[in-house]
């Protein structure tokens, strides 16, 4: 058998093309070359460890004392972050100045600043910590506030690691979420040394809330918490149509920080290539309010992220279409046009959307009520939106009443709606001649002159008003 490369006769590809292949590969590294260097850099996550070095760090936990196990664990944490690209670290603790007696509620104080090749401060100032104060927590998340740089790329996380509850008059849950609104830092993490019952909730309150039994639970509980913080975590948000099949899609999805309301991520629901839900990265250090922007809106609240994994939601969103038009051929388009529908649901208050006359809408399954802000009001109640179908619904064509007015003056247009006169309309009273769309059905024009004081000087001309035609007043 012979082989390629010993064929006598070898294609010899033509000069001009060798030309062209080597002139396109060099345009593509220099493509890729630009796409690399314009593409964003990570974000930099500083990590502020807020230590207690109250008084009560000193009680036996185990073997030996809770600071010395605070000191250890911290440091082995610490030495496993410090080879990490884009991670800063900072130590700030509390109730090591003062002593306890003294009830020094301003105790607390940066001891390392931000930076990125600060562990061997940070663990050389843990070791000469000595407790001996209280536990002012609020006041060092007002300090820590800005321990942090400005920064608005950043990932700000606050790591708090106390045996006890705030000392001093103040509410640090309140401090901690005020922080979080105003973009500080994410959702804290409280690690409890072995907390008390009676201390869990007033710790809880603050953010993520770990109560360490044991010197490994503590371990256990960083390892946690950095998994959390530093790993990617994806979440795949199915919409359920009417089946419990996920094929709703394009909808906006808006990602809220459960805690602080702030928006976190927009994004457009997208199904991929093989129709399944797709992907997308959220920070899993907070957690979730999803709004998808359907009409009307869903809503999935308190969405706890797993990290280091794909995170499957399940949201019913099944949707149908409704479609509004004229019934029959129209005239005055220019008028027509300008008609709305007001569209509530039946058994809710409010309006979820306007929508234009010849348009459709796509909605959530369901009951609506819709009002045509026509002359008069058109109302049709109870209109089903059924999955993946459109309903369609016609309202008469309306006509066009033309008014004339010699001279300005008073009144209105009354319909008669059943066997009852309702008035719909007030002429305007500067004068001027009028033009005004009205629905099929019987009118009385009411008119007097400004000119007149005699109540019995009042006109009144009766008009009936056909889908699509015309008709007139003069006074």
């Known amino acids: 058998m012979s082989r390629l490369s010993s064929c006598p006769h070898e294609p010899k590809l033509p000069r001009a093309f060798l030309v062209f292949i080597f002139s396109l590969a060099t345009v593509t590294l220099s493509l890729s070359k630009s796409i690399a260097q314009t593409a964003s ?11 207690d ?14 600071m010395n196990v605070a000191k250890r664990i911290l440091g082995e944490i610490i030495d496993t972050l410090k080879r990490k690209p884009n991670i800063e670290l900072g130590l700030r603790v509390y109730g090591s100045q003062s002593i306890a007696s003294l009830n020094d509620c301003y105790d607390t104080k940066l001891l390392v600043p931000f930076g990125n090749d600060n562990a061997g401060i940070i663990k050389e100032s843990l070791k000469n910590l000595a407790p001996m104060g209280i536990t002012p ?22 790591i708090l690691i106390t045996d006890g509850a705030e000392s001093c008059d103040t509410d640090p849950c309140a401090v901690s ?18 907390a008390d019952n009676s201390i869990v909730a007033n710790l809880q309150c603050m953010g ?9 639970g503590f371990k256990m509980a960083m390892q946690q918490i950095l998994n959390a913080a530093l790993n990617p975590t994806y979440i795949q948000v199915n919409l359920l149509d009417i089946n419990n099949i996920p094929s709703e899609t394009d909808a906006v999805m808006t990602f809220y920080d459960n805690r602080s309301g702030a928006i976190r991520y927009n994004y457009t629901h997208t199904l991929n290539y093989k129709g ?23 809503e999935l609240k308190d969405i706890e992220l797993a990290p280091k994994s794909i995170n499957k939601v399940n949201m019913p969103a099944p949707q149908g279409f409704l479609f509004i038009k004229l019934q029959g051929k129209t005239i005055n388009n220019n008028i027509n046009g300008k008609i709305k529908c007001l569209v509530k649901q039946s058994d809710k208050y409010g309006t979820v959307t306007v929508q234009e006359i010849n348009s459709s809408q796509k909605l959530i399954c369901g009951k609506y009520d819709l009002e045509f802000l026509t002359l008069p009001r058109t109302r049709l109640n109870n209109i089903d939106i059924s999955q993946s179908k459109t309903t369609t619904i016609e309202i008469p064509t309306p006509g066009v009443l033309s008014i004339q007015k010699t001279v300005p003056g008073y009144g209105g247009i009354l319909w008669l709606n059943g066997t009852n006169w309702q008035k719909i309309y007030s002429l305007n009273e500067f004068g001027g001649n009028e033009t005004i769309a009205l629905q099929p059905g019987t009118y009385k024009i009411i008119f007097r002159s400004k000119m007149t004081k005699k109540t019995t000087d009042t006109k009144e001309q009766l008009i009936n008003i056909t889908a699509g035609g015309t008709a007139s007043a003069k006074f």
């Open 208 to 216: 993520a809330f770990y109560n360490a039994q044991d010197p490994q």
């Open 177 to 194: 979420l005020a922080l979080q609104k105003n973009g500080v830092f994410l959702r804290p993490f409280i690690i409890g040394l072995n």
């Open 137 to 158: 927590i609020s006041m060092s998340m007002e300090k820590a506030a800005t321990d942090f740089p400005k920064d608005v790329n950043a990932r700000n996380i606050l």
């Open 276 to 298: 399944i839900s797709d992907t997308v990265n959220l920070d899993p250090v907070s957690a979730y309010n999803l709004v998808v922007q359907t009409t009307p809106p869903v």
């Open 41 to 51: 850099p990570p974000p930099i996550t500083r990590i502020l460890f807020l230590v």
């Open 53 to 66: 070095a109250s008084s009560s760090m000193m009680v036996s936990w185990g073997n030996e004392p809770r």
